[in-house]
């Protein structure tokens, strides 16, 4: 008996015994659906929170100063910053990057606030989208001017509309704030984590001498943003830096600087919800083997059902192995089919999902070939012992069987 044959009388049985075949694949649906569900949506989610991971800096190194062993003098000054944008080759941009917590207030409103200052090379190294008006100019920087830009989110909550260039805001530390002039509306960077959550706070930006000034004229600056000219030179940007500040501060030895690098933070952030996804739906799988059992049991009860039919296809020549195959072959496809029908429920249950929690699944066709080929091993694994059964049946005694 060939192979097209067995499929045939597979298929017949099948069509036979709709509703059993049905419930017995049931355990197999539900295993192969948990886990495409959890893994695209693992997957896809991974992506969007590494997309934004680039958008906020791909290419860029933050140079933080070890406040333990750094002295008054040991801190960066705007002439290093000037520096290292002019000597070395591999920094495209470069900022201080001041952030402190404060809030922000209209007329109509208040909100916790992210207040973070720069110089003009912050909106470039933030990846800023400028919707309405603009960005600080370096000789704004240099005034210490009392201007802002927000983002398009923060000033939808402080004001009621999107467009708020020219409006006044109140920012700094609570009972202490000073009041400056919208100048500038961007892109919220906040992407699928921010929707219209009152709680999330405004993102405020402004020259770094402003908050210096805001915060009190003994405010040092303890880091450095620099962006690379490209992704390929990011750790040499990054050391380069450091060593152009050890030269200029004669502090070489004393491990005063250190360069964090936002792709590593990326890799972990990745291995974390990699290892996160895998755990989850390796749990899932687990109700694969429920479903394995269930096509073993129903196997089992074909070949009682179908015992005189063994009897007689022995007694007139057919071979062992090829009642072996007939069963197997039974076997494979009710399992192949649970797992094709499996896959399909998961991308739907996966999109249904991610359109609520605005994730967009992804499966690869790797992840969709493997899906089929593990249904396949379930069906061969949990149908041996009923196929060897049959296999092993004694022709006299199959017929004698009522």
């Keep these: 008996m060939n192979l097209f044959e067995n499929i045939k009388m597979a298929y017949d049985s099948i069509i036979a015994n709709k509703m059993r075949s049905f419930l017995t694949m049931l355990g197999i649906i539900i295993g192969i659906s948990s886990v495409i569900t959890i893994v695209s949506l693992g997957q896809g989610g991974q992506k969007s929170i590494t997309g934004e991971f680039e958008k906020i800096g791909a290419s860029s190194v933050i140079i933080r100063v070890n406040s333990e062993k750094a002295a008054a003098s040991d801190y960066i000054s705007t002439e290093d910053i000037r520096q290292l944008k002019e000597k070395v080759p591999y920094i495209k941009y470069a900022s201080p990057t001041i952030q402190k917590q404060g809030n922000a207030r209209s007329e109509t409103n ?197 015992t005189r039919e063994i009897g007689i296809r022995k007694a007139i020549g057919a071979r062992t192995r090829t009642i072996l195959a007939q069963f197997l072959t039974e076997s494979v496809i009710i399992s192949l089919i649970g797992g094709i029908l499996g896959l399909l429920t998961g991308l739907l249950a996966a999109y249904a999902i991610g359109r609520f929690a605005k994730i967009t699944p992804s499966l690869s066709l790797t992840m969709i070939v493997l899906v089929v080929l593990f249904s396949s091993a379930v069906g061969i694994f949990f149908g041996i012992y009923p196929a060897r059964k049959a296999a092993r049946l004694d022709p006299i005694e199959a017929l004698r069987y009522e």
Excluded: C, W
């Design 110 to 306: 208040t909100k916790k606030a992210v207040l973070t200052g720069g110089n003009s090379d912050l909106k470039n190294i933030e990846n800023l989208e400028m919707l309405y008006g603009r960005f600080f100019s370096e000789s704004e920087v240099l005034q210490g001017s009392s201007i802002a830009v927000i983002d398009d989110a923060s000033a939808k909550s402080l004001f009621g509309l999107t467009d708020a260039t020219g409006k006044k805001i109140s920012i700094g530390p609570q009972g202490a704030g000073k009041q400056v002039t919208v100048i500038g509306i961007s892109k919220s960077q906040l992407g699928i984590f921010g929707g219209n959550n009152e709680n999330i706070p405004a993102f405020v930006y402004v020259p770094f001498s402003f908050l210096q000034a805001l915060y009190g004229t003994s405010f040092l600056t303890d880091s450095v943003t620099i962006t690379a000219t490209n992704k390929n030179d990011i750790e040499l940007a990054g050391t380069a830096a450091v060593n152009l500040l050890e030269s200029r501060h004669a502090n070489r030895g004393r491990e005063v600087y250190k360069a964090d690098n936002f792709m590593k933070q990326l890799d972990q952030v990745n291995n974390i919800l990699g290892i996160f996804t895998a755990f989850i739906g390796a749990v899932a799988a687990i109700s694969l083997i429920v479903g394995g059992i269930g096509v073993m049991n129903i196997m089992l009860v074909s070949v009682t059902e179908r």
